[in-house]
Protein backbone atom coordinates (compact mmCIF):
# COMPACT_ATOMS: atom_id res chain seq x y z
CA UNK A 1 0.00 0.00 0.00
CA UNK A 2 2.79 2.31 0.93
CA UNK A 3 4.63 2.28 -2.52
CA UNK A 4 1.10 2.74 -3.91
CA UNK A 5 -0.29 5.88 -1.87
CA UNK A 6 2.98 7.90 -2.15
CA UNK A 7 3.03 8.47 -6.11
CA UNK A 8 -0.21 9.06 -5.41
CA UNK A 9 0.27 11.79 -2.85
CA UNK A 10 3.32 12.73 -4.93
CA UNK A 11 1.04 13.14 -8.15
CA UNK A 12 -1.48 15.00 -5.95
CA UNK A 13 0.49 17.73 -4.33
CA UNK A 14 2.48 17.96 -7.88
CA UNK A 15 -0.97 19.30 -9.26
CA UNK A 16 -2.08 20.91 -6.86
CA UNK A 17 -0.50 21.57 -3.75
CA UNK A 18 -3.06 19.46 -2.38
CA UNK A 19 -2.19 19.65 1.75
CA UNK A 20 -1.76 23.20 2.44
CA UNK A 21 -5.02 25.43 3.29
CA UNK A 22 -6.77 23.29 5.46
CA UNK A 23 -9.32 25.47 7.09
CA UNK A 24 -10.58 23.33 9.87
CA UNK A 25 -13.56 21.39 10.48
CA UNK A 26 -16.06 23.87 10.86
CA UNK A 27 -15.01 26.00 7.30
CA UNK A 28 -14.66 22.39 5.58
CA UNK A 29 -18.25 21.73 6.67
CA UNK A 30 -19.31 25.01 5.65
CA UNK A 31 -17.74 23.54 1.92
CA UNK A 32 -14.74 26.14 2.35
CA UNK A 33 -17.22 29.01 1.68
CA UNK A 34 -14.44 31.14 4.07
CA UNK A 35 -14.08 34.58 2.42
CA UNK A 36 -16.18 36.36 4.57
CA UNK A 37 -16.83 34.19 7.46
CA UNK A 38 -15.43 34.89 10.74
CA UNK A 39 -13.43 32.05 12.39
CA UNK A 40 -10.29 31.09 14.60
CA UNK A 41 -9.38 28.69 10.99
CA UNK A 42 -9.20 32.00 9.10
CA UNK A 43 -5.33 32.32 9.81
CA UNK A 44 -5.81 29.25 6.95
CA UNK A 45 -7.82 31.33 5.20
CA UNK A 46 -8.93 35.53 5.04
CA UNK A 47 -6.43 36.44 7.88
CA UNK A 48 -8.92 39.44 8.48
CA UNK A 49 -11.77 36.59 9.84
CA UNK A 50 -9.40 36.57 12.93
CA UNK A 51 -10.59 39.79 14.14
CA UNK A 52 -14.19 38.14 15.60
CA UNK A 53 -12.11 36.57 18.52
CA UNK A 54 -12.63 38.38 22.09
CA UNK A 55 -10.25 36.48 24.33
CA UNK A 56 -7.41 33.84 23.25
CA UNK A 57 -8.30 30.79 21.55
CA UNK A 58 -6.06 27.92 20.49
CA UNK A 59 -7.11 25.16 18.41
CA UNK A 60 -6.52 21.79 17.36
CA UNK A 61 -7.69 19.98 13.89
CA UNK A 62 -7.44 16.25 12.62
CA UNK A 63 -8.07 15.15 9.29
CA UNK A 64 -7.89 11.44 7.78
CA UNK A 65 -8.07 10.31 4.47
CA UNK A 66 -9.86 7.34 4.35
CA UNK A 67 -7.94 6.09 0.77
CA UNK A 68 -5.08 5.36 2.24
CA UNK A 69 -3.66 3.62 5.83
CA UNK A 70 -1.37 6.67 7.25
CA UNK A 71 -1.92 9.84 5.22
CA UNK A 72 -3.47 12.26 7.54
CA UNK A 73 -3.32 16.43 8.13
CA UNK A 74 -2.69 18.05 11.46
CA UNK A 75 -2.98 21.46 12.17
CA UNK A 76 -2.79 23.75 15.39
CA UNK A 77 -3.36 26.96 15.79
CA UNK A 78 -3.96 29.90 18.33
CA UNK A 79 -5.14 33.68 18.21
CA UNK A 80 -3.94 36.34 20.72
CA UNK A 81 -6.79 39.56 20.72
CA UNK A 82 -5.18 42.72 22.50
CA UNK A 83 -6.67 46.38 21.56
CA UNK A 84 -8.38 46.26 17.93
CA UNK A 85 -5.40 44.01 16.97
CA UNK A 86 -5.02 40.61 16.41
CA UNK A 87 -2.29 37.83 16.59
CA UNK A 88 -2.34 34.49 15.22
CA UNK A 89 -0.49 31.60 14.66
CA UNK A 90 -1.21 28.58 12.74
CA UNK A 91 1.16 25.07 11.76
CA UNK A 92 -0.03 22.47 9.09
CA UNK A 93 1.35 19.09 8.44
CA UNK A 94 0.32 16.52 5.82
CA UNK A 95 1.60 13.78 4.14
CA UNK A 96 3.21 10.09 5.47
CA UNK A 97 6.52 8.95 7.07
CA UNK A 98 8.05 9.10 3.24
CA UNK A 99 6.43 12.37 2.39
CA UNK A 100 5.05 14.93 3.89
CA UNK A 101 4.80 19.18 4.05
CA UNK A 102 4.59 21.60 6.47
CA UNK A 103 3.10 25.27 6.31
CA UNK A 104 3.65 27.41 9.14
CA UNK A 105 2.54 31.03 9.77
CA UNK A 106 2.16 34.25 11.42
CA UNK A 107 -0.70 36.34 11.03
CA UNK A 108 -1.65 40.24 11.95
CA UNK A 109 -4.90 42.11 11.75
CA UNK A 110 -6.39 44.99 13.00
CA UNK A 111 -10.44 46.22 13.45
CA UNK A 112 -11.23 49.45 12.52
CA UNK A 113 -14.22 49.95 13.94
CA UNK A 114 -17.16 47.58 13.89
CA UNK A 115 -17.27 47.15 10.04
CA UNK A 116 -14.01 46.88 8.64
CA UNK A 117 -11.22 44.99 9.03
CA UNK A 118 -7.78 43.92 7.38
CA UNK A 119 -5.31 40.74 7.71
CA UNK A 120 -1.89 39.86 6.30
CA UNK A 121 -0.10 36.49 7.23
CA UNK A 122 3.30 35.24 6.13
CA UNK A 123 4.15 31.59 5.66
CA UNK A 124 7.00 29.11 5.47
CA UNK A 125 6.32 26.24 3.20
CA UNK A 126 8.61 23.04 3.77
CA UNK A 127 8.24 19.57 1.50
CA UNK A 128 10.31 16.38 2.51
CA UNK A 129 10.29 13.60 0.30
CA UNK A 130 12.32 10.11 1.24
CA UNK A 131 15.40 9.72 -1.07
CA UNK A 132 15.03 13.10 -2.76
CA UNK A 133 15.31 15.66 -0.03
CA UNK A 134 13.68 18.78 1.48
CA UNK A 135 12.47 21.86 -0.38
CA UNK A 136 11.70 25.77 1.31
CA UNK A 137 9.83 28.29 0.47
CA UNK A 138 7.96 31.69 1.60
CA UNK A 139 4.67 33.42 0.44
CA UNK A 140 2.02 36.17 2.44
CA UNK A 141 -1.66 36.28 1.93
CA UNK A 142 -3.81 39.27 2.70
CA UNK A 143 -7.67 39.59 2.94
CA UNK A 144 -10.35 42.29 4.39
CA UNK A 145 -13.30 41.97 5.97
CA UNK A 146 -16.59 44.67 5.43
CA UNK A 147 -19.56 44.74 7.23
CA UNK A 148 -22.64 46.26 4.45
CA UNK A 149 -25.08 45.94 7.24
CA UNK A 150 -25.62 43.94 10.43
CA UNK A 151 -27.00 41.32 8.03
CA UNK A 152 -24.68 41.21 5.15
CA UNK A 153 -20.85 40.65 5.47
CA UNK A 154 -18.20 40.68 2.51
CA UNK A 155 -14.87 39.07 2.47
CA UNK A 156 -11.93 39.11 -0.29
CA UNK A 157 -8.66 37.58 0.36
CA UNK A 158 -5.70 36.66 -1.47
CA UNK A 159 -2.92 33.56 -1.19
CA UNK A 160 0.27 34.13 -2.62
CA UNK A 161 -0.06 37.49 -4.58
CA UNK A 162 3.92 36.95 -5.21
CA UNK A 163 3.51 34.01 -7.00
CA UNK A 164 6.18 32.07 -5.22
CA UNK A 165 7.28 28.50 -5.82
CA UNK A 166 9.44 25.71 -4.61
CA UNK A 167 12.88 25.83 -6.19
CA UNK A 168 12.96 21.71 -6.44
CA UNK A 169 14.60 20.09 -9.24
CA UNK A 170 12.88 16.32 -8.35
CA UNK A 171 9.53 17.71 -8.74
CA UNK A 172 7.43 20.30 -10.46
CA UNK A 173 6.11 21.97 -7.47
CA UNK A 174 4.11 25.60 -6.96
CA UNK A 175 1.99 27.51 -4.15
CA UNK A 176 -0.82 28.43 -5.66
CA UNK A 177 -1.88 31.87 -6.20
CA UNK A 178 -5.71 32.48 -5.56
CA UNK A 179 -8.33 35.05 -5.07
CA UNK A 180 -11.25 34.42 -3.26
CA UNK A 181 -14.67 36.69 -3.14
CA UNK A 182 -17.63 36.26 -0.64
CA UNK A 183 -20.51 37.17 1.10
CA UNK A 184 -22.35 35.86 4.20
CA UNK A 185 -26.29 36.51 4.62
CA UNK A 186 -26.52 36.32 9.04
CA UNK A 187 -30.88 36.30 9.37
CA UNK A 188 -30.24 35.52 12.95
CA UNK A 189 -28.08 34.95 15.47
CA UNK A 190 -28.51 30.92 14.71
CA UNK A 191 -28.49 31.12 11.01
CA UNK A 192 -25.04 31.70 8.88
CA UNK A 193 -25.17 31.46 5.10
CA UNK A 194 -21.90 32.04 3.02
CA UNK A 195 -20.45 31.45 -0.55
CA UNK A 196 -16.77 31.84 -2.28
CA UNK A 197 -15.91 32.76 -5.30
CA UNK A 198 -12.00 31.19 -6.07
CA UNK A 199 -10.21 31.90 -8.78
CA UNK A 200 -6.95 29.86 -8.81
CA UNK A 201 -4.85 31.26 -11.66
CA UNK A 202 -4.05 27.59 -12.40
CA UNK A 203 -7.40 27.11 -12.70
CA UNK A 204 -11.01 27.18 -13.40
CA UNK A 205 -13.00 29.36 -10.99
CA UNK A 206 -14.53 27.71 -8.28
CA UNK A 207 -17.92 28.44 -6.15
CA UNK A 208 -18.29 27.21 -2.50
CA UNK A 209 -21.06 27.46 -0.42
CA UNK A 210 -22.29 26.45 3.23
CA UNK A 211 -24.68 27.37 6.17
CA UNK A 212 -24.00 26.72 9.63
CA UNK A 213 -27.04 27.16 11.72
CA UNK A 214 -27.06 26.95 15.72
CA UNK A 215 -30.25 24.16 16.64
CA UNK A 216 -29.57 24.00 20.33
CA UNK A 217 -27.40 26.27 22.38
CA UNK A 218 -24.99 23.28 22.25
CA UNK A 219 -25.29 22.08 19.24
CA UNK A 220 -24.63 23.79 15.04
CA UNK A 221 -25.30 21.98 12.22
CA UNK A 222 -23.28 22.43 9.01
CA UNK A 223 -23.20 21.21 5.18
CA UNK A 224 -21.43 23.14 1.98
CA UNK A 225 -21.05 22.29 -2.09
CA UNK A 226 -18.13 23.13 -3.77
CA UNK A 227 -18.01 23.05 -7.87
CA UNK A 228 -14.48 22.17 -8.64
CA UNK A 229 -14.57 19.26 -8.55
CA UNK A 230 -18.02 18.85 -7.05
CA UNK A 231 -17.60 17.99 -3.06
CA UNK A 232 -20.53 17.77 -1.03
CA UNK A 233 -19.51 18.29 3.17
CA UNK A 234 -21.49 17.78 6.07
CA UNK A 235 -20.57 18.46 9.73
CA UNK A 236 -21.81 19.70 13.19
CA UNK A 237 -20.50 21.65 16.08
CA UNK A 238 -20.62 20.67 19.78
CA UNK A 239 -20.31 24.10 22.30
CA UNK A 240 -19.41 23.99 26.20
CA UNK A 241 -18.98 26.79 27.70
CA UNK A 242 -15.47 27.62 26.85
CA UNK A 243 -14.41 24.44 24.49
CA UNK A 244 -15.87 24.01 20.89
CA UNK A 245 -15.73 20.59 19.13
CA UNK A 246 -16.30 20.70 15.57
CA UNK A 247 -17.13 17.34 13.25
CA UNK A 248 -16.84 17.65 9.41
CA UNK A 249 -16.97 14.82 6.53
CA UNK A 250 -15.89 15.85 2.94
CA UNK A 251 -17.00 13.88 0.06
CA UNK A 252 -14.62 13.87 -2.88
CA UNK A 253 -15.31 12.37 -5.97
CA UNK A 254 -11.63 10.58 -6.68
CA UNK A 255 -10.33 10.20 -2.68
CA UNK A 256 -13.81 9.11 -1.27
CA UNK A 257 -14.54 10.60 2.13
CA UNK A 258 -12.12 12.43 4.54
CA UNK A 259 -13.46 12.91 8.05
CA UNK A 260 -11.79 15.62 10.29
CA UNK A 261 -12.02 16.59 13.61
CA UNK A 262 -11.29 20.03 15.75
CA UNK A 263 -10.98 21.09 18.91
CA UNK A 264 -11.10 24.91 20.41
CA UNK A 265 -10.52 26.51 23.29
CA UNK A 266 -11.30 30.07 24.68
CA UNK A 267 -9.04 31.16 27.56
Known amino acids: MRKILLPFILSLFMNS ?3 QYNQGARLTAMGNASAAVKDIWSLNANPAGITSQKTPIAALNYARYLFGDELSEQSFAFVLPFNNNFAGVSINRYGISEFNEIKAGFGLAKSFGEDLSIG ?7 IKITNYGNATTFSVDAGVNYALSKQIGLGLYVNNPSSQAYKATYAE ?17 KLILAATVSKDFERKFDVGVGVDYKFYELLSLRGGLSAKPFKQYFGIGLNYQKLIMDIAVESHPQIGYTPQIGLSYAF
Open 17 to 19: AFG
Open 120 to 126: VKANIHQ
Open 173 to 189: TYIPTSVHLGATYTPSN
